[in-house]
């Protein structure tokens, strides 16, 4: 289920006639795919930050030492983050593949 017909179908008591397992099974990938849209924002802003610093480096003008540690920070978040969607991202392909193959 994407955002808009999953919020649909909870809000509107589409899921009352499923069973309380059922339910949990489609919940689990909806609450990771909420973390994975809300870590790939954070990701974006780090990217941003990161490609902005890396440009400011090659910039004949000298980073000062707060400009240079903003810039090491914005690279490591990046990288965890960057880490942390594909794990998200491994765990969604699992729960989807199980209801996949429990629907077949």
Known sequence: M?????NTAFSTGAV???????VRRYS???????????????????????YAFLTRVNL?????ATEFEDGKRA?????VTGQFLREIGEALKGSYGKIQAEGD
């Open 16 to 22: 009352g006639p499923m069973g309380y397992d059922q």
């Open 28 to 50: 689990q990938p909806y609450g990771l795919r909420q973390l994975f849209n809300s870590s790939m924002d954070h990701y974006l802003e780090s990217r941003r930050d990161m």
């Open 2 to 6: 994407n955002d808009s017909s999953s």
């Open 75 to 79: 690279i490591a978040s990046e990288m």
């Open 60 to 64: 004949p003008d000298k980073l000062s």
